[in-house]
């Protein structure tokens, strides 16, 4: 019955299938050369991690090798769930729903999909660098990418007025901390970063939630006395 609301679900969903068709590449391609989807049959086994890192992309797509390809086409899919630039724009609209719901929206569940999955993949991502030694160019991407949302987001989220709209732009500069942590490979300080943030933003959604509440309480109780 909400216009507003069914036009963010709608955009929440097209953007999200946008990563998600990356993502879906990304997958087949793992497979058509593993022949495996099986965690501990790629990412355990440092043979497989080896020749996916030896072996040259697809049509030696931008001189990249398969794990390198791999590696960005599974980001794509982080980037649309974890809303990260420039797949950001649904997260914001998505906070026509109830308060609570954006508390777990933004601590437990949606967005931080993306980023426990890139922790999760960080093997096959980071295929073929040392740590101490230079990036490879999935890493370089996603920490150039995770950086830039760290700012971007902070500095729109100055501008709104919308107390659940700052903090959507808020949780979208921390995932961008945590790509970019990832991108460097320091992957132990995202997963830090994310639990802490995930009680961190509950709270900061639930007292706002208190907020919007004492707001619409104090203006209509001003209204009585007009």
């Given at each position: 019955g909400k216009p507003s609301a069914r036009a963010a679900m709608i955009k929440a969903f097209i953007t999200t299938r946008v990563g998600d068709m990356f993502m879906l590449l990304g997958i087949a391609y793992l497979y058509s050369i593993t022949g495996t989807l099986n965690f501990r049959d790629i990412l355990y086994n440092e043979e497989v991690l080896h020749a996916l890192a030896a072996t040259p992309a697809v049509g030696s797509f931008l001189g990249l090798s398969a794990a390198g390809l791999i590696g960005l086409l599974l980001f794509m899919g982080t980037v649309g769930k974890s809303a990260q630039w420039p797949l950001h724009v649904w997260l914001?609209?998505?906070?026509?729903?109830?308060?609570?719901?954006?508390?777990?929206?933004?601590?437990?569940?949606?967005?931080?999909?993306?980023?426990?999955?890139?922790?999760?993949?960080?093997?096959?991502?980071?295929?073929?660098?040392?740590?101490?030694?230079?990036?490879?160019?999935?890493?370089?991407?996603?920490?150039?990418?995770?950086?830039?949302?760290?700012?971007?987001?902070?500095?729109?989220?100055?501008?709104?007025?919308?107390?659940?709209?700052?903090?959507?732009?808020?949780?979208?500069?921390?995932?961008?901390?945590?790509?970019?942590?990832?991108?460097?490979?320091?992957?132990?300080a995202a997963v830090f970063h994310l639990i802490t943030h995930a009680f961190f933003k509950a709270l900061l959604f639930l007292g706002s939630g208190s907020v919007i509440h004492g707001m619409e309480h104090g203006v209509m109780h001003t209204g009585k006395h007009v």
């Open positions: 914001p609209d998505a906070m026509e729903g109830p308060t609570p719901v954006s508390a777990m929206i933004h601590a437990a569940t949606m967005v931080s999909a993306g980023v426990y999955m890139v922790i999760r993949m960080f093997p096959l991502l980071s295929a073929g660098w040392v740590e101490g030694g230079a990036l490879t160019p999935t890493m370089t991407v996603m920490a150039l990418i995770g950086a830039f949302t760290a700012l971007f987001a902070a500095t729109i989220a100055l501008a709104q007025n919308d107390i659940k709209r700052v903090l959507a732009y808020s949780t979208i500069s921390q995932l961008g901390y945590m790509i970019a942590a990832l991108g460097m490979g320091a992957y132990v």
